[in-house]
C-alpha cells in the first residue's frame, strides 16, 4: 500500500508539468489537426482509470467491511463512467457535433455532481466504518489513531 501512496503523491508533484503539457499539445491539436483531440483526451480518461484504480485498492486496505468494499467498488465504477463520458465526449464533438453537444451537456452536469457524488461516498464509508480515514487523510500522511499505511 505504501508504493501506491507514493505512486500518487508523486503523480501530484507532476501533475503542474504534466497539465502545461497536456494544455499545450491542446491548443496545438486545435491550431493544427482537430482530430488530435482524441488520443488526448484518451491518454487524459487512461490517467482517471490509473488513479482511480489507486485511489479504490489503497482504501481497500484500510477497511475489511465487505459493504465498504462495495461503496468502493462503486465509487470507482463512476471514476470509470468519468472517463468513458470524456473520451465520448471529445470522440462525438470532433465527428458529430449536434449529438458531441447533448453529450457534452450531460457530461457538464455529471461533472457539477462529482463533489456532491464524492461527499455522499465519503458519508456513506463513514457509516460503516466510522474511524475510516478519508483519501486525502491518507495520501497527506495523516492517519489518525497512530494507525500506518
Not at 487512461?46 to 486496505?61: H, L
Not at 449529438?99 to 461516498?121: D, E, H, M, N, Y
Amino acid at each position: 500500500m505504501e508504493r501506491d501512496v507514493n505512486w500518487i503523491q508523486q503523480m501530484r508533484r507532476y501533475s503542474v508539468p504534466v497539465l502545461i503539457l497536456y494544455v499545450t499539445a491542446v491548443i496545438v491539436a486545435l491550431l493544427l489537426e482537430k482530430m488530435w483531440l482524441i488520443p488526448i483526451m484518451g491518454s487524459v480518461s487512461f490517467i482517471i482509470i490509473a488513479t482511480g484504480y489507486k485511489e479504490m485498492r489503497i482504501m481497500w486496505r484500510m477497511t475489511e467491511h465487505p459493504k465498504a468494499h462495495r461503496i468502493l467498488i462503486l465509487q470507482y465504477v463512476f471514476e470509470l463512467v468519468d472517463a468513458f463520458l470524456l473520451t465520448t465526449l471529445m470522440v462525438t464533438l470532433l465527428t458529430a457535433e449536434n449529438l458531441g453537444l447533448l453529450i457534452g451537456l450531460f457530461f457538464g452536469i455529471w461533472g457539477a455532481l462529482s463533489p456532491i457524488r464524492q461527499k455522499w461516498f465519503v458519508k456513506k464509508l463513514k457509516q460503516v466504518e466510522p474511524e475510516l480515514p478519508t483519501y486525502e487523510e491518507v495520501i497527506e500522511g495523516k492517519v489518525p489513531n497512530g494507525s500506518s499505511i
